[in-house]
């Protein structure tokens, strides 16, 4: 039985992204697809004295038909600039003395111009913290036909996929009838449920960076994931 899981590669995540890593054996990263602005793609949002606070990757303009690979950053030194915002948001928290060194250095190693070479980058090595055993691949380097449901359904049937795991806003589009007719189960991702953990600048906000979870509750992050072998 191999779980897939696809989706567009996301800045910093929350934890349930990477809860949904965690839970499938190949997750693959949907970037040939169109890039939309005002998403999840070049930003996250932190916690800070003053409430909720974006943190967005500077984008260089280009054509609305560009894809999520194309996109570049018109800013090289943004990585610096969003470690100086981290740091003020979060320096009180109390892991951060411990996890820093180890955030940090993934934001010094961030040197590619590409938003989703960036993305991977920090999947990559937030996975390695928690200790997510992760398999990322391309979209791209499958080769995929089609559009929406049939797209995905041929990525999943050239991943070799018995199960393909999604989140419930998939619903809207999602044609169950043509993986059943591949032989290929459908599995809605239930990302409920989530423990809350002490979290610095109260009222406690899920919907946020995992860096959050990451500097208020150090080694024990993954315990506040569903589907994290420990």
């Not at 080769?143 to 990525?155: C, F, M, N």
């Not at 070799?160 to 991702?189: H, K, S």
Request: charge should be neutral; proline fraction near 5%.
């Amino acid at each position: 039985m191999k779980r897939v899981a696809i989706l567009q590669s996301n800045y910093v995540p929350w934890k349930g992204y990477f809860d949904l890593i965690a839970y499938v054996d190949e997750f693959i990263l949907l970037d040939n697809v169109q890039y939309t602005a005002g998403n999840w793609r070049n930003r996250n949002r932190i916690k800070t004295e003053a409430g909720a606070r974006w943190l967005s990757i500077p984008i260089s303009r280009g054509p609305l038909s560009r894809l999520i690979n194309e996109v570049t950053v018109s800013d090289p030194d943004w990585h610096v600039r969003h470690w100086r915002i981290l740091t003020q948001a979060y320096r009180k928290a109390p892991c951060f003395g411990e996890m820093a060194p180890a955030i940090e250095e993934l934001y010094r190693t961030c040197a590619s111009g590409r938003l989703s070479a960036i993305n991977r980058h920090f999947l990559e090595g937030i996975c390695a913290l928690l200790g997510i055993r992760a398999n990322l691949s391309r979209a791209e380097d499958y080769a995929p036909a089609g559009s929406r449901t049939e797209r995905v359904l041929d990525l999943c049937r050239k991943a070799g996929a018995d199960e393909y795991v999604t989140g419930p806003a998939a619903r809207a589009y999602l044609n169950e009838e043509l993986f059943q007719d591949a032989g290929i189960e459908v599995r809605w991702f239930d990302y409920s449920g989530y423990p809350e953990y002490s979290q610095l600048h109260p009222p406690f906000d899920h919907q946020v960076t995992i860096l959050d979870l990451i500097v208020n509750t150090g080694p024990a992050a993954a315990r506040y994931l569903k589907h994290v072998v420990r």
